[in-house]
Structure formats: C-alpha cells, structure tokens
C-alpha cells in the first residue's frame, strides 16, 4: 500500500488470514457450492488481503491471494481465477501492467479484473476500464459493495462464457451437418447417370445445379427390352436432406429390377409412362414421408422413334422440331401422393433426325431476376427453341449463363436440372 492509500475503514465481518499457501481455506459444502466461483485477490496489504478473502468468504467465494504482479500472474495462469481484485499499486509492476499482461496472453485473457485502488480521479478510473478492467472498487471499500461488484461480475462472466460454449457447440454441430450435407450430396451426385446408354440413334445432354448442398430433383435414363429408353425427371417438394432422402428411394423404386418400370416375374414387358406413374402415387402417398412429388416420364423407341409420355404436374416437356417448331408435350395428371383422384393421361408423338426433346424443374421457369420477376415459362420456351443450330452440350451451357445473367448470379431459391434429348435415328434416318 502506498502513501495515497488508505486502509479500508469498514471491514467485512469476522476475518479469515491467508493459509500456508496463501488461499483461503472453504468447508466442503462452500467448496461444493462454489467450485465455479473462485477470487484471486491482489494487493500488497496483509490486511486488506486478510479482510478482502473475509467479505468473500462470507458468500462462500473461494480465494487465492497475491502479493505482487509477478504472484499475480504466476497464480492466475496455475488456478485460472473466475475473477480477480486487483490492486493498482504494486511493489514490483503496477496493476495496469498485470491487466496489460493477462490481456495478451489468450490463457488468461477472459479473466475479468476489478482494479482496487486509492486513486479517485476520474481518468484513473477511465484508465483502468482502458487498460481492459470490468470494474473500479476505490478505498476505503465497502463490503455490500465489494460483493456487489463480484456477483455481478461472475454473473456476466458465467453468461459469457455459457454463451461461448453454446456457440462452440452450434459451430461443431454446423460443422457435423455440413458433413452429412456433403456426404448426401456425394450420394445424390451418384444417383445422376455418369454418361449416357450407347445409342447411335440418341444423344443426350443435362445439367443439375442444386439450391443447397442436396434437392428434391432426381432424373435418370434407362436401357430397357425392347430398344427402348426410359427417361423421367422427379422434383420432391422442400429442399435440403429430408427431399434428397425422398429422391434416394424413388431412384430405387424406378430401377428396372424393382417391378415398376419392367414388369416383374421375368417379363419383358415394359410398364407404359400412364401406369409407372399410377403405381408411384400408390407406393408413395403423401403420408409416408409427408412430401409430393412431380414427375415427367418418357419412353423413346431407339429405332423408331416413337416417344410415349406421361406427366405428374411436372413442367411439360418441350418438343422442338428440327424445323423450329414447338410442341409442349401436355399429357398426364396431378401430382403423386395423392390416392390416384384424377386419372392419368398418356400422349405419344414421333421423332424425327434433329428433334429435340427438353425436360425441365420448375426452378428454371421460376428463376428470380430484376424486381423479384420470375423468368416465367414462356421466356423458357422462347430461349430452347433458340439453341437448335449449336450442339446439345452447348445448348444446355447457353440456357444456363442465360438463367446465371438473369438472376445476376444469385444463388436459386430452387433446384435447377435440364435433361436435352436429340433424336437422330428413325425410319428418315436408314
């Protein structure tokens, strides 16, 4: 203590001096309560360290004292205090050095420090909040004040570091659900055809480009008996892993060995577009997973070129002729999962050498651009018919730089997948 200070003038009731290493000593049910409140008192004066462990004994605060700043900094980093009563006139470094010190040091840095001096002016208040101090207690020092200031100082200290911690475990578990996002993504990738069946006949083209990590949108071809191609584009209503997982078991329902797109029982029989998605509605109503989904499904006769369709609510296909026609292919019914209330209707259409055939999502038509509006399916169409004199592939990049350019490059609030068919062989074709 200095020559400026004075020894505080009301100390708390009863006194308890420090023990032979220099802590104050707790009954074990005060140890108990108070495992998480621990004091680190620092200052020169035995008697303000014997009367500043009483006042927080009387809480049941556990106390180490320190009687310079080398201690101070030496009995932090070995106790790690919850909070420490440090004096600002020191023999060896003065308090604002201690702060400094326990600041840089990352161990020791969240440890809130309440300075205790006899220096009352303002600015030497001002430099100890500075300096990176809570709290400001002046001498002579009250009990109910001192306490006060602890209490609420430990409170604020508990909630900062339950909120901390509370923040490490939503950033491990963001961490965990960002994994499991990309392993269904990698899943989901798997489930989209690595390259087209052989056909001289046929050459297709597509592109997926998801909302998030995984979608609801699915699409296959299949080589099926009889020279035919089968080809379906699936979008599960909702976004994220829980449509993904949807996606995942129409996949498995609509391979060829699973009795719904080749009749079972060794047949060579091939379910016609009308009845794949009349027995999809029954396995797959909307109770069993709480979701619906749309669904184009095609067959295409590699040597013919007879294309047999049906649709479930989904984006009508669009047909545009080699000559540049347009023909939307409008045939079908409503969405699956709901019991088989409206019939499904079937269309069928012949291609001929350079007709082409685009399957789409909605999220292309309902792409957001200037002033939230959408490209709308007219613009949709419009932009297809336009890619008939460059390449499937080239084709499918243009509509995509097209939606990019529209959007302004924003991320789609919906999945994104074009399938392009173009049909080369048939009866023209030999």
């Known amino acids: 203590m200095n020559a400026d200070e004075q020894p505080p003038d009301k100390p708390g009731s009863g006194s308890h001096p420090p023990g032979a290493h220099d802590s104050a000593t707790l009954s074990a049910e005060q140890v108990s309560d108070v495992l998480d409140d621990s004091v680190l008192v620092v200052d020169d004066n035995p008697v303000n360290l014997r ?29 790690a205090p919850d909070l420490m009563l440090l004096d600002i006139m020191l023999p060896d470094f003065d308090g604002y050095e201690v702060c400094a010190r326990m600041k840089a040091d990352p161990e020791l840095s969240h ?13 030497d208040k001002v430099n100890g909040l500075r300096a990176g101090a809570v709290d400001y207690i002046t001498k002579p020092f009250d009990p109910s004040e001192v306490l006060a200031r ?15 911690t509370a923040n490490r475990e939503l950033e491990q578990k963001q961490r965990d659900l960002a994994e499991g996002l990309r392993a269904a993504a990698d899943i989901q990738q798997s489930l989209i055809p690595r390259s087209p069946p052989a056909s ?55 391979l060829p060995q699973s009795g719904i797109v080749v009749r079972p ?21 909307f109770e069993r997973f709480g979701k619906f989904f749309t669904i184009s499904y095609l067959l295409l006769d590699d040597k013919t070129g007879v294309l047999r369709y049906a649709n479930a609510a989904h ?32 269309g069928q259409v012949q291609l001929h050498p350079g007709d082409r055939v685009y399957l789409t999502t909605d999220g292309l038509a309902e792409l957001n651009g200037p002033n939230n509006e959408e490209f709308g399916d007219e613009r949709l169409v419009d932009l297809l018919s336009q890619q008939n004199d460059i390449s499937l592939q080239d084709a499918c990049d243009e509509v995509l730089t097209t939606l990019r350019t529209w959007s302004n490059g924003a991320t789609p609030d919906d999945d994104i997948t074009l399938l392009a068919i173009e049909y080369r062989g048939g009866p023209e074709a030999t």
């Open 51 to 79: 009367i500043l462990t009483s006042i927080l004994s009387t809480k049941g605060f556990a106390s180490t004292v320190a009687s310079n700043g080398t201690q101070a900094l030496e009995r932090a980093a070995a106790t």
């Open 111 to 123: 440890i809130p420090i309440i300075f205790l001096s006899g220096l009352t002016e303002a600015r």
């Open 150 to 164: 602890v209490q609420a100082q430990l409170r604020i200290s508990k909630l900062s570091r339950s909120l901390i």
């Open 200 to 254: 001289r006949n046929i050459e297709l083209a597509w592109r997926f480009v998801p909302c998030e990590q995984v979608g609801g949108d699915i699409f296959n071809v299949m080589t099926l008996p009889g020279d035919e191609l089968g080809l379906y584009m699936v979008d599960v209503s909702g976004h994220g892993v829980p449509a993904a997982m949807v996606t995942v078991s129409i996949v498995q329902s609509l």
């Open 265 to 285: 029982a060794g047949s060579d029989d091939v379910t016609s577009p009308a009845k794949v998605i009349e027995l999809l509605d029954y396995e797959y109503p």
């Open 315 to 346: 984006p009508h296909p669009v047909l545009i002729r080699a000559d540049g026609t347009i023909e939307l292919l409008t045939e079908g019914g409503t969405i699956v999962g709901l019991g088989g209330m409206v019939p499904v209707e079937e």
